[in-house]
């Protein structure tokens, strides 16, 4: 189906944002000035204008040209989707703020499958022991246990955040996984998560899988600065 003229112009705009070539505060042309600019319609201008506002990149002012919002204080959800629609432009903050997402979540829908169904929670971790010792592979292993867990959970509301972020996910966990320092300190979570499931001790699984998350943040932070520490 072809786009309309609207949501084209809305693109080009939040990718303007997420670029920073439009800065937080910073007025937008006129309805004029971007109709000329584009080639279309002033209708057609403000459609894209509504769409944007919406989706929480700018605030519209009366008599005024729209401003840029700070999209990290002043989005909602529909600018998360957004930002993932744009994958070449995703700051690399959005990629640690997940990561620290990830440290609140996890544990929860982990929690919540072990509590319902932990032998079937178990059962995810059989391809485990004939994964290559490959970034792509690891990648995908981790992405169908993370989705598995979280179609466990009673709470549906999991496997909607994690779903929304398939792609980058797997993008990014490609990139972390091709240090082979990440693949082995992945191994060997997997094997001492496993452990404490098969335990039966919940808790233990639980605070396995936050350190996991915290040390993924480190290594993450390591390689997006060389390799170093900063």
Known sequence: MKERSSDL???????????????????LQSERELAAQYKVGRPTIREALQRLERDGWITSRKGMPSVVNDYWKQGNLM????????????????IVHMLQLRVSITPAYFKDALENSRLKVVSLFAPFEDIPDEANAYAKFDWQIQHGVAMLSPNPIYLLILNSFKDI???????YFSESE?????????????EW???????????TIRDMMETSIELWNQKMNGGTDK
């Open 197 to 207: 499931i098969l335990a039966g001790d919940i808790q233990q699984a639980g605070q």
């Open 9 to 27: 112009i809305a693109r080009d705009i939040t990718r303007s944002i997420l670029a920073g070539s439009l800065e937080v505060e910073e007025p």
């Open 182 to 194: 990440h693949r082995n300190a992945s191994r060997d979570y997997y094997n001492r998560l496993l």
């Open 169 to 175: 996910y797997i993008r990014m966990a490609e990139k």
């Open 79 to 94: 600018t998360i989707v957004t930002i993932l629609q744009h994958e070449e432009e995703i700051p690399d903050e959005f």
